[in-house]
C-alpha cells in the first residue's frame, strides 16, 4: 500500500505532461502518417473557390505554385470548392478506385486548368486557363487529400 501513492503520483504526473503538450499539428493525421504541411500544400495548390480562368499567372505566382528547382510547372488545377467540400472526399462522399489507389469524388465540381503558355522558370511563368464544368475529381488520399490526380468527366467503375 505504501506504493499507491508514488504510483498516483507518477499517473498524474504522466497525464499532466500529456496534456501539457502541444498539439503538434503534424500529428493530426497521424493514422494515415500525413502531415499538416502536405495537407495545407495541397490546399494552397488546388483548391481556390474564386479562381477563374484569367487568374492562373498572378495566383500561381501570388501562391508560389513551381516546380522542382523554381520551374514552370506544365499545368496546375484548381477545384472551385470550400477546402472542407474537397476533404469529404476522403470522408466518405468518395469511392476508392483499387487499380489506381485513387480516390473519385462522388459529386463534380468545376475546376479551371491553368496550362503553361511561356516561360521555363520563375518568375517568368505565364499561364492560360480553362475552366471545366462537372468533372469528378481524383485525389490521393491518407485520411485527407494529399495529391491531386486529374479530373474526369465520366468514368465507369
Do not use: W
Request: net charge positive.
Amino acid at each position: 500500500m505504501k506504493t499507491l501513492p508514488g504510483r498516483l503520483f507518477l499517473c498524474l504526473l504522466l497525464l499532466e505532461f500529456s496534456l501539457s503538450k502541444p498539439l503538434n499539428e503534424t500529428n493530426i493525421f497521424e493514422p494515415g502518417k500525413v502531415t499538416f504541411e502536405r495537407y495545407n500544400k495541397f490546399k494552397v495548390q488546388h483548391i481556390d473557390k474564386k479562381m477563374t480562368v484569367q487568374k492562373c499567372t498572378a495566383v500561381i505566382k501570388q501562391k508560389n505554385i513551381y516546380g522542382k528547382d523554381n520551374g514552370c510547372k506544365a499545368t496546375n488545377t484548381f477545384i472551385l470548392a470550400d477546402p472542407n467540400e474537397v476533404k469529404s472526399i476522403c470522408e466518405g462522399e468518395g469511392d476508392y478506385l483499387h487499380k489506381s489507389h485513387l480516390t473519385k469524388s462522388k459529386r463534380q465540381f468545376s475546376v479551371v486548368v491553368c496550362t503553361l503558355t511561356k516561360g521555363a522558370r520563375k518568375p517568368r511563368c505565364e499561364y492560360e486557363g480553362k475552366l471545366h464544368r462537372n468533372r469528378f475529381v481524383l485525389v490521393q488520399c491518407s485520411g485527407v487529400p494529399v495529391q491531386y490526380a486529374e479530373n474526369i468527366l465520366d468514368v465507369a467503375g
